[in-house]
């Protein structure tokens, strides 16, 4: 792309602009195909050479997006997937959709991020729009991209290039709400990029909600994100109350849901996982020690989630030991590993927890999940076990850590000597 100024608008609409994506995982894939299928030419960009090689013959390493739709873009050649990053330098619109995960210690580590801007800085252009789509605290963009961005190429964001910030609004496995049909927040650095970055994410999508500023953007995923860890905070702490109550939660939780205004319905677990709910609320609350406040509410959120595995392997070891048996070298059987049901994702996943557990307190554990066929644990591996009414009826115990859909829940229950459901899956299904 030439030094000189371009219409980018009228690139947009005219769709002749071209929009490279870096990150090519749950978030930028689905991007970029959508691009591609809306007749843009696109450039996926991931230094995951397998992934690439996997684009490129047709495969989907996601398991919301089908192969046939993968192939016939890279056919068409509107995708171009690549791990060459000199691409970016052709782009009209650049989006960045890297991860911004937790570190050993529970910080936000943004190192993806601010490499992603070290690799759009050699090749930024005049005119060119970037955008943010991952996770980030509230200024970031305005206070550490952008300068980063001018300080390294003398262009100013606003007046030589435009910036703006949409969070990722992503939710793996939900056949509901996709890309093309949730609302997308669009906040930019001044009037311009926000408008332009509007109009293009309106040629893919069938609703955009421009906001006044990135961190006003910014500041909305992590109020999502929030709200929902600490209302599961909340139900979880319910649940332990009924517990000690020798009430059942659920049916509680089903009672007040009868109300027709001034309640929404949240349900106990074995704790949050993903890539949003148990991280974003941490991206907030560690902003807020930098503005010397204290988030409490966020913190106190967490921390009952956090406990959420140990009350469940708690409650296994009571029932063994009622029953003579205990937890050391107890067979016990843990359905389900994965965050949450019938998707291949283990981040931040509580099964994780529940098994680490258990093995340190000296159980032989076995787990199945369909979606994921080995996990390591530190220094030890498990694998996926097959499951079967004789492996059921053999466990001493069985622990539900998430509800694939496809597990035989009449069979389990039939079979089970001993039975711990932390998703409330019998109470659900009426069995």
């Known amino acids: 792309m030439s030094e000189k100024k371009l219409n980018l608008e009228a690139a947009i609409k005219d769709r002749q602009a071209k929009v490279a994506i870096l990150g090519l995982g749950y978030v930028g894939l689905p991007l970029a195909l959508a691009f591609a299928e809306k007749g843009f030419v696109c450039y996926g960009i991931d230094p995951d050479r397998r992934r690439i090689r996997d684009l490129n013959s047709g495969k989907s390493y996601i398991a919301d997006l089908e192969a046939s739709r993968i192939k016939a873009s890279i056919k068409s050649g509107r995708l171009i997937a690549t791990d060459n990053f000199t691409r970016l330098s052709r782009a009209h619109a650049v989006l960045v959709c890297v991860p911004t995960p937790l570190g050993k210690s529970k910080d936000p ?52 290039f435009h910036l703006a910030m ?8 939900n056949r509901k709400f996709t890309l093309q049909n949730t609302p997308k927040v669009v906040g930019g650095i001044n009037p311009s990029s926000t408008r332009l970055a509007a109009l293009l994410y309106r040629q893919i999508l069938d609703q955009v909600v421009p906001v006044s500023s990135p961190t006003v953007a910014e500041m909305t995923k992590l109020l999502e994100n929030t709200f929902r860890q600490i209302n599961i905070g909340l139900v979880n702490e319910i649940a332990i109350i009924c517990d000690k109550l020798k009430i059942n939660a659920l049916e509680v939780i089903d009672a007040a849901s009868t109300k027709p205004f001034g309640f929404m319905t ?166």
């Open 109 to 160: 580590d943004f190192s993806f991020v601010l490499d992603a801007a070290d690799s759009i800085a050699p090749r930024l252009k005049r005119g060119q729009l970037i955008i943010i789509e991952s996770t980030i605290y509230p200024g970031m963009t305005v206070e550490l991209i952008g300068p980063r961005l001018e300080e390294q190429t003398g262009l100013k964001p606003g007046r030589d």
């Open 166 to 173: 949409s969070p990722e609004r992503i939710d793996p496995g």
């Open 266 to 431: 949240f349900y106990p677990g074995p704790g949050t996982g993903g890539h949003c709910i148990p991280v974003d609320p941490i991206y907030l609350s560690w902003k807020m020690k930098s503005l010397n406040y204290r988030a409490r509410f966020i913190e106190l959120a967490t921390e009952v989630n956090a406990q959420m595995p140990e009350f469940w392997v708690n409650k296994a070891q009571s029932a063994l030991d009622r029953r003579g048996k205990g937890l050391c070298n107890a067979r016990v059987l843990v359905l389900g590993v994965s965050y949450k049901k019938d998707i291949a994702d283990l981040r931040e996943s509580p099964a994780l927890e529940i098994l680490k557990l258990l093995l340190d307190k000296g159980a032989r554990v076995q787990y199945h999940d369909p979606f994921i066929p080995a996990v390591k644990l530190d220094h030890r591996e498990l694998k996926s076990v097959k499951l079967t009414p004789a492996r059921v009826a053999n466990s001493d115990c069985v622990v539900i850590a998430t509800d694939h859909s496809s597990l035989d829940y009449k069979m389990i229950k039939a079979c089970a000597q001993l039975l711990v459901d932390t998703r409330g899956v019998y109470h659900r299904l009426k069995l």
